[in-house]
């Protein structure tokens, strides 16, 4: 069975910076595709940032030139560095996976809250 555990979020004052991880487990083949969604209160939830297994990046125009994602592929984890934070960063972040037979797997959230 695929575990999503994430890590890191918090509150933190616009300008500054955090990393969330994300480590999955139980997938014999790994993953094609990781990444962080998020969701604002009243919002859907939208993508912030993916990649995938050869390092291509998809990224949403609202965090480019201010988070990074990254990837380790021999421990199936992947990071979001968010540098600049602003206030409308604020939401639950989500760490999202695709295994080779592209089903979806979500983490349970992690909280940022960015202060102005």
């Known amino acids: 069975q695929v575990r999503l555990v994430e890590s890191g979020g918090g509150l933190i004052q616009a300008g500054g910076s955090l990393r969330l991880s994300c480590a999955a487990s139980?997938?014999?083949?790994?993953?094609?595709?990781m990444g962080w969604y998020r969701q604002a209160p009243g919002k859907q939830r939208e993508l912030v940032a993916t990649i995938n297994k050869g390092g291509s990046i998809n990224s949403a125009k609202s965090v480019q030139g201010r988070f990074t994602i990254s990837r380790d592929n021999a421990k199936n984890t992947v990071d979001l560095q968010m540098n600049s934070l602003k206030p409308e960063d604020t939401a639950v972040y989500y760490c999202n996976t695709i295994d080779y037979g592209l089903k979806n797997y979500w983490g349970q959230g992690t909280q940022v809250t960015v202060s102005s």
């Open positions: 139980g997938s014999i083949f790994g993953f094609t595709a």
